[in-house]
């Protein structure tokens, strides 16, 4: 039996899914929206869209024109045509809660059907980045296309009959015409087969939709058609995980990816009444709980890849997995992803937010402590807590291939007392260049904003063949270490070999211990540290640095003799387009020869 087949047998005589199937605590909508409104823990959660609700009620929506669409081919910029149409989904999901919660307020409800009204009439739900030249602008599905279809299709089930028949019917018009149609007649598509988010969030939201829209008998063969290839596509998106359960594109991706792929897998199994599971596999599990791994004390994030700093966690999706795995733990409660946080205002989160969140669920007030190796990805996380606070260290090998990959083998980075002292700049602004082939010209991206050294004038070169080598790694209740070859990660013909090699020793003011050590068949015309910190090191002493912060500081000792140190003040663009100071730290070797080692020691002090 083929696959196709082994899916038509199965979703023969599914019943259709239904509103009440969303709430099962309260047993319908209307009730889960009363209690929640009624709910006093939830009083500061529901006054923040409220008040998004005044504040766009006062505000004239604005229309995606021409000339904003034209932006990212004339001059390659993503942030103009993106604030207006994410914007419309602000308006769609805020007015959508509130008329849930409030189905008695007719100016919400207008305004909803005039957000519903405004995306039915977009010329296309893709983003102008995503359009592909080679394609029908109308055949075209992008990551946004396929959300803003799920999105649609799952408010036509929770408002049922309140949704103006008009609406309704246009709502699976569209979905037809610019997802299910492309995707069964016009693919393969170049995410069905990525090992990365783009995989989860399209397929999985063209399956999330089809499973919420076609309800009749007639529609299931074309049911089992849309779901046997999504069910492929989420194969070649698990396959992006090694069996470490590690994310190679970050946190921030992992919330995005696995996001979609936990709505989708959750929904299938509503539909299917339990008859398929993707939360019974292993790696699933293992990959469940990668969040609560990936932090450094408060916000502080590892964040390898397009990763932004500072993070936070969307609690209906850390419960509902935390429920699932008795090894999720149920996260911070400062942590809590606020509304208005997700600048890109995705409905499925938010309303995951609002009917998987478990009030009585209340982490501790920090992640459990621990020391995490990722075999695969080949990370290392530590974080404790000690009298001065939580501290935090992360160290990376893997390659320089990988998705939204930064040119980073051998980069680290150092946090205490909740601020980060030795920093990644995380994801820069999304323009055509920044995926294009002047990536690494970008600090975020290339190895020149990492702490990693200039090698004879060469920085790292990407591409999957330029790999780390682990050496080893140990973990103990005293001291974590992780050492790596990243000689690879180098074109230089001098160079034989560059292990790097660290020692984290956890005490109550823990230290690093940093040595790289160098073989080469010639001594190198030069050979640089760079060492990325938010903060302006001070001179402390000689062969000292000083990085402070309120109340902590970290010194850097190293041998004056051998090393000279100068800083420089530089600027990247970040993610939303604005101008964000870092400082580079070169430490230069006085005399390269042709075997060497430096060693540094970073030590947390107060002051």
């Keep these: 039996m083929s696959a196709l ?11 259709p899914l239904k509103a009440e199937d969303y709430y099962p605590v309260s047993g319908s909508g209307a009730t889960f929206w009363k209690l929640l409104r009624e709910a006093a823990d939830a009083r500061s959660e529901l006054e923040v869209i409220r008040a998004e609700g005044e504040r766009l009620l006062s505000s004239p929506a604005e229309e995606l024109t021409y000339s904003l669409f034209s932006l990212f081919r004339v001059q390659g910029s993503r942030l103009e045509y993106e604030r207006v149409y994410f914007e419309k989904r602000r308006r769609l999901n805020t ?7 409030e189905p008695e307020s007719k100016r919400y409800e207008a305004a909803l059907w005039d957000a519903v009204w405004a995306i039915c009439s977009e010329f296309t739900w893709c983003l102008p980045a995503h359009v592909d030249d080679k394609r029908i602008v109308s055949e075209t599905i992008d990551l946004f296309a396929a959300e803003t279809g799920f999105a649609l299709a799952e408010l036509s089930l929770l408002l049922g009959e309140r949704l103006p028949e008009l609406l309704r019917v246009r709502i699976a018009e569209l979905v037809e015409e610019r997802l299910f149609r492309p995707f069964l007649e016009n693919g393969p598509y170049h995410w069905e087969e990525l090992t990365n988010n783009w995989s989860a969030v399209c397929a999985g939201s063209i399956g999330s939709a089809a499973l919420l829209l076609m309800e009749k008998e007639q529609d299931h063969a074309r049911l089992a058609r849309i779901l046997e290839k999504t069910e492929r596509s989420m194969g070649f998106y698990l396959q992006g995980f090694g069996e470490d359960g590690a994310c190679p594109e970050g946190l921030g991706y992992w919330n995005y990816g696995f996001g979609y792929f936990v709505y989708y897998a959750d929904l299938l199994l509503k539909r299917s009444r339990g008859q398929r599971d993707w939360f019974r596999e292993d790696k699933v599990r293992r990959i469940a709980g990668f969040q609560q791994k990936c932090f450094l004390g408060g916000r502080l994030v590892a964040n390898f890849s397009d990763t932004q700093p500072y993070g936070s966690v969307h609690p209906g999706l850390s419960h509902y997995l935390a429920e699932r795995y008795a090894e999720v733990e149920a996260p911070p409660a400062a942590l809590y992803a606020d509304y208005r946080e997700d600048h890109c205002s995705r409905w499925a989160p938010a309303l995951r937010n609002l009917i998987w969140r478990d009030h009585a669920a209340a982490g501790a007030a920090e992640w459990r402590d621990g020391d995490f190796t990722f075999e695969d990805a080949v990370w290392l996380i530590s974080r404790f807590t000690a009298a001065a606070g939580t501290f935090g260290f992360a160290a990376k090998g893997g390659h320089n291939g990988e998705s939204h990959n930064h040119n980073d083998l051998g980069h680290f980075m150092l946090a205490g007392g909740g601020e ?34 200039r090698i004879n004038g060469h920085l790292q070169q990407e591409g999957e063949e330029r790999g780390a080598s682990l050496i080893r790694w140990e973990t103990s209740e005293e001291t974590c270490g992780l050492e790596l070859e990243l000689s690879g990660a180098y074109e230089d013909e001098q160079l034989r070999s560059f292990k790097r090699s660290w020692v984290w020793t956890k005490t109550d003011l823990p230290s690093l211990s940093l040595r790289d050590e160098f073989a080469f068949i010639e001594a190198p015309g030069s050979l640089v540290e760079r060492f990325v910190t938010p903060i302006r090191p001070e001179v402390a002493g000689p062969g000292i640095l000083r990085f402070a912060r309120a109340g902590l500081a970290l010194e850097l000792h190293y041998d004056p003799e051998q090393l000279e140190a100068e800083v420089e003040e530089r600027t990247y663009r970040d993610h939303y387009g604005k101008d964000t100071v870092w400082f580079a730290l070169d430490i230069r070797v006085r005399q390269p020869q042709v075997g060497m080692g430096i060693d540094f020691l970073f030590k947390f002090v107060t002051h």
């Design 5 to 15: 087949e082994g899916w038509e047998k199965l979703t023969e005589g599914w019943a």
């Design 95 to 101: 007015f959508a809660f509130l008329s849930l919660l």
């Design 420 to 453: 980060f002292f030795l920093s990644d700049l995380g994801c820069g602004e999304y323009t055509r260049n920044y995926f294009g082939e002047a990536r690494y010209m970008y600090d975020c991206n290339g190895s020149q904003g990492h702490s990693v050294p």
